[in-house]
């Protein structure tokens, strides 16, 4: 395959789910065999994709030939036109959505998708959102497509109707517009200071910004942040993420286990594009309230875990944690601690979906048992038979149970406590090994940091822990649920994947350090995007 096909692919990551949502709009709702093929096709063609792109972009970025790779729609030239953008950080964070949403979808093939109407054109919906954060140039964009993932998950988050989805729905959604109205806001101001969107360009003008226009362009950013840091769950933006995603069903809590990440990636782009500087008022913008507002969060996370009283709410609050260890690791610093961030990045994203499908099979004996337990579906008469209908035809019953709940369950807390020698292990340890060889005299907050990181571990191991002796392990007279193929498969392949990570850490490792060396690239950014020459960039304003 030669490079101008790979170029064109990047455009495919959004078209593809998009134009096939359209068609499954178009079908009659009984079709469901027909929706089922579409999806599966798409979902899987996208992680052929991603891998092409992921390898392509892999190829990239030696001696003097930049990581990024610009895709102008229509071929307009940017900052006039819209531009796709891929480098090594976007690449694999397409990898890891297709990975998720083929996933999810499998899982959700089992009983989840007949829950309730338009299931599989709202879940290609919300992979084309999430493909399309990734990869656009520029902040306008960027909100559309934050817009489309959230309309998308906004269905998702009812699949299945229930009194209890409908009001984490009412937060969720109130939220989010909040967050949405931020986001424009920050975007008015900037522009109106800057007279772009593109984040190249702004690379390049925010630097020769007048004296007298400097407090609305920091007004503007900052408002932006919030923004993003909302969407991220920090602390105290965070406190609705755990009851939420505990009231979405299984597959779609496991594709939203990567929601928070879109906003962190949103930081972590812009904020090192941006403010990546060392002299003038961008270099440190905003480093203190990142760091301190990641401490906040992995403390109120871990805090959350230990309190949490359902798989589904340590599940929630690890999440937490997790945003809270990748914006303090952010606001630490860069080079090793920020390949290490990546790392942890892909590692914990994939544990904690694994989790979200483990808890409602080890939770199901429960739940089948009593009336009204918080992982119950509720589902509308309409499609009440049909679901019964799933139960009996799809997939084949298998054998021990209890051992395979039971090691998938033992694996999944140890990649999120980040204990040894899984994957979770190996991310933290990268971390911390970058957080100290990042200057002499390490300061207080960042052994704060490393403190909470071996802290936070522990909590989840023993939240996680009691909750498993009380489900998975303790006899009881209870019938054992059964358990697909349809359901197993999925948690497998995440968790293969996972052990992927470990035996294969050197390389991946050595690719995070040169995506972390790539973000750190900001004239190499400009010129693939721009084409301007990278005497053209500058760290300060005149």
């Not at 949403?101 to 299931?119: C, I, M, N, Q």
């Not at 920050?186 to 690379?203: C, H």
């Not at 909302?230 to 979405?248: C, F, N, S, V």
């Amino acid at each position: 395959m030669t490079a101008s096909w790979l170029d064109h692919l990047i455009v495919l990551p959004v078209l593809l789910p998009l134009v096939a949502a359209a068609a499954m709009l178009l079908l009659d709702e009984r079709r469901h065999q027909v929706k089922r093929v579409i999806a599966l096709l798409t979902t899987t063609a996208l992680v052929i994709i991603s891998t092409l792109l992921l390898r392509g972009a892999a190829s990239r970025g030696f001696a003097d030939e930049p990581a990024t790779t610009a895709y102008p729609i229509g071929n307009w030239p940017a900052p006039f036109g819209i531009v796709l953008v891929i480098d090594w950080l976007s690449a694999v964070l397409l990898v890891l959505t297709s990975i998720l949403g083929l996933a999810a979808l499998v899982y959700s093939l089992a009983r989840w998708d007949r829950a309730s109407p338009r299931f599989h054109a709202l879940f290609l919906l919300q992979l084309m959102g999430l493909n399309g954060a990734f990869l656009t140039g520029d902040l306008f964009n960027l909100f559309v497509f934050f817009e489309v993932l959230l309309a998308a998950s906004y269905g998702l988050l009812l699949h299945g109707s229930g009194a209890v989805r409908v009001k984490a729905g009412l937060h969720y959604v109130s939220i989010n517009i909040a967050a949405s109205l931020l986001f424009l806001i920050g975007m008015a101001l900037i522009y109106g200071v800057t007279g772009t969107l593109n984040m190249a360009d702004l690379a390049t003008r925010i630097p020769l910004i007048a004296e007298s226009d400097l407090a609305i362009l920091q007004s503007g950013m900052a408002i932006l942040g919030i923004a993003f840091l909302l969407k991220a769950g920090m602390w105290p933006l965070g406190l609705w993420l755990p009851r939420t995603y505990a009231a979405a069903a299984p597959p779609v809590a496991a594709l939203f286990a990567i929601l928070s990440k879109v906003g962190v990636y949103a930081v972590l782009r812009v904020y090192l594009l941006l403010f990546g500087g060392n002299v003038g008022w961008t270099a440190n913008f905003g480093e203190e309230w990142l760091l301190f507002g990641g401490l906040a969060t992995i403390t109120f996370g871990t805090v959350g875990i230990l309190a949490a009283r359902t798989l589904s709410r340590v599940a929630g609050y690890s999440l937490l944690v997790s945003s809270g260890t990748l914006l303090a690791t952010i606001g630490a610093g860069a080079g090793a601690v920020i390949s290490g961030a990546l790392f942890y990045l892909v590692s914990s994203t994939l544990g904690i979906a694994a989790f979200y499908l483990l808890i409602e099979l080890v939770e199901r004996r429960e739940a089948e048992t009593t009336p009204h337990a918080v992982v119950e579906p509720v589902f509308d008469d309409e499609y009440t038979g049909a679901l019964q209908e799933e139960e009996d035809e799809v997939g084949v019953v298998i054998p021990a149970t209890i051992a395979i709940l039971g090691g998938g369950f033992a694996f999944c807390v140890l990649v999120i406590a980040g204990l040894p020698p899984l994957s979770g292990f190996i991310a933290k340890f990268a971390i911390i090994d970058g957080l100290l060889e990042l200057e002499n005299t390490i300061s207080g907050p960042t052994w704060m940091l490393i403190g909470l990181m071996i802290v936070s571990g522990l909590a989840t191991l023993i939240a996680a822990t009691r909750a498993g002796i009380d489900l998975i392990w303790t006899p009881s007279d209870k019938p054992l649920p059964a358990l697909r193929l349809a359901e197993a498969l999925p948690v497998g392949f995440l968790l293969a994947v996972c052990l992927g990570l470990m035996i294969f850490a050197g390389p991946v490792i050595r690719y995070m350090e040169r995506t972390g060396n790539s973000l750190a690239d900001r004239q190499g950014y400009v010129e693939s995007v721009l084409g301007l020459p990278r005497t053209d960039i500058r760290d300060s304003r005149p």
